[in-house]
Structure formats: C-alpha cells, structure tokens
C-alpha cells in the first residue's frame, strides 16, 4: 500500500505510518521489527496487524546504511558452469541461512579482471564478508581488502601464509589414491587428462599422480599428459580423441582426469569411438559431482566434501566477523575416492 500525501507523491508505507495506524511509539514498532520478545502479544498483533493493512516492507538498506555493513556474504566462484561450485555455494548458503544472512553468488568465470571488478562491486556494497575461490590464491587485492575492514576467506585454494582463513582439500593425496587404484587395476600407462597450468589444484592432482607412480615402481614417463585449455566436458572430448589416435603401443590404458566434467567429456569420446570402459581405457574423474553416479559408465571418481567445504568456509567468514581476537585458521580436507564401474573389469 502507497501513503499518499496532500501536494506530495506516493510513497511506500514506513515505520512513521504503521506506528501511527497502530497508535503506538516508533520504538515500539522497531521491537516489533528487532527485538519482538520486549512487546507483549497484544501489542506486537496489533503492530502486525497494521503492517499488513499498509503492506509495509522492512527498509533493510536504511538499516545497512545506520549499521555501516550489510546482511550479506558474498560467494566468487570460479566457474559457474562446474556443478562443483554450486554443490560448495549451497553449504555457505546453509551457514548463511543459519546466520539469518543471504548469500549473493557471483562469476569470475576463470578471469581475473571480472574478478577484480566482483570484488571491487562488493567491497563497495560493504557486504559483510567475502567467500571466493580466486584465480590467485595469493593476489595482493584479497588481502588488501581484509585490511580495509572486510573479512575475505578463500575456497577451494591454499594461499601462502595465515593472514587469511582458508578451506581447501588435499588434491596431492587426491592424485595419489586415484592413480594408486589404476596401478592396483593393472595399469602402468596412465594418462593425466587436463593439465590446466594456471590451476593450482590441478597442478597438486598431478603431483599426487607422479608420487603414485613412484611408490610403485614407475617412472613418470608412465604419465602422458594430454593437456587441455580448460576444464569442461568439451574439453575432455577433444582429449578422448587424441588419446585415440595415439599409435596402440604408447596409448595409454587408463586416465586420471583433472575433473569430472573433463571425464565425463572423454567417456562420451569413448563411446562415440566404440572404446569399451574400462575394458579399453579406465577413467578416473575428480570432485564426483553428482553426474558422475549417473553416468552411462558410472565413473570412479576422487570425491570432496562439497557442500561441507562451503558450509565450514562460510563459518570461518561469520566467526571472523563475531569473535573478538580472531585468530586466521586454514582447514584441509582428506578426500576420498569413490569406485565404479569405470576404472573395475
């Protein structure tokens, strides 16, 4: 409902027009609004009641604007289109809605100048805190926010140093326990699907993968890289098909793929060549989002505790922002691999 005034425009109902409907003070309506457990129940009905009648909405900007800092956290995630980050967004969103917060998502699509224009946007915003998996872990701007007075926690990555919190998983022990269980299956050449250079997690799946084959025995030319620009399920075809024209001698017997998108990419390759899985090449994904259960070949993959990596994140982000002497706090996650059909004959 718009009050309307003589001489004057409409305006949406405030606090001044329900506090006169329900003819009590203005701090009476603004317990009603925060404190509602000071007004009696006649009182605080009546208050509601004239709030309904008006269709009053609670002026929350005004009420950031006096407090000097929004009731929002903010995610930057890395890649919209990896159903990963979604999985990891819906645990801040738990955490959030437990803080009576709301949680804004927002893109950097692996660029770092739309990154830097998401932070810029926020900081601005005076969002309560800011969650991100960043192209650089260790970019001067997150700490130089952190310093200004908004608190950063970074998901996802490990930065240098403890002036941040962080969350991220073991993706050296990741790489480690897929390609220990293809050398287990019988496989000595084994090929690392997507080694995206610029991806610090990608580059410590790969480590994991060489100390694999170390512990047995292999050198690490028994790793063939097939390297991708990116991490999607396009990418993954692409390699599946120069995987396939590789001479029969040195083709590899198995992949360790950077993701799931990737190896769902390259098990859509295999079945368009008639490459039977795992009989002719056992595939290996990596975050096991839930495509990969579903897939035609259900495929072994490294799983990480997506949703438990945003959730615990976005506490470090609300503890920061509550606690006196908060002290920074880096937490590391032991993922585990989940098999299939894909990598067992």
């Not at 991100?132 to 926690?153: F, K, Q």
């Not at 072994?300 to 982000?317: C, D, F, I, N």
Request: proline residues 6%.
């Amino acid at each position: 409902m718009v009050v309307r005034e003589p001489g004057a425009e409409p305006r949406a109902a405030g606090m001044k027009d329900v506090a006169a409907a329900a003819g009590v003070s203005l701090g009476t309506v603004s317990n009603v609004l925060n404190r509602p457990d000071r007004v009696s129940p006649v009182t605080r009905a009546k208050v509601e009641a004239a709030m309904a009648e008006l269709r009053f909405v609670r002026n929350e900007s005004a009420r950031q604007l006096r407090a000097g800092r929004s009731r929002v956290l903010a995610y930057v995630m890395l890649d919209g289109s990896n159903p990963f980050f979604t999985d990891v967004a819906a645990g801040m969103e738990d955490a959030a809605d437990a803080g009576d917060l709301s949680l804004f998502l927002c893109n950097s699509a692996h660029q770092p100048s739309r990154e830097a224009a998401y932070l810029g946007r926020l900081e601005q915003q005076r969002v309560q805190g800011i969650l991100i998996t960043p192209v650089d872990p260790d970019a001067p701007v997150l700490h130089e926010i952190a310093r200004r007075g908004t608190p950063v926690v970074v998901v996802d990555r490990t930065p240098d140093g403890t002036a941040l919190c962080s969350v991220a998983v073991d993706d050296v022990h990741g790489g480690e326990i897929a390609v220990r269980h293809l050398v287990e299956q019988g496989h000595e050449r084994i090929a690392f699907v997507g080694n995206h250079p610029s991806v610090g997690q990608v580059r410590d799946r790969r480590l994991g993968a060489l100390r694999a084959l170390s512990a047995a025995g292999l050198g690490p030319d028994h790793l063939v890289d097939l390297t991708t620009s990116a991490l999607t399920v396009a990418d993954g075809r692409g390699a599946g098909e120069r995987l396939a024209g590789l001479p029969a001698p040195v083709r590899p017997t198995a992949a360790f793929c950077a993701n799931d998108l990737v190896a769902l990419g390259l098990l859509q390759t295999c079945a368009n060549l008639r490459m039977r899985v795992p009989d002719d090449l056992a595939i290996v994904g990596y975050d096991d989002i839930e495509f990969a259960a579903a897939a035609a070949v259900p495929l072994t993959s490294v799983r990480q505790p997506r949703r438990r990596l945003g959730r615990t994140a976005a506490e470090l982000l609300l503890a920061e922002t509550t606690e006196t002497g908060h002290e920074h706090r880096q937490v590391v996650f032991t993922p585990e691999l989940v098999v299939r059909a894909s990598t067992l004959r």
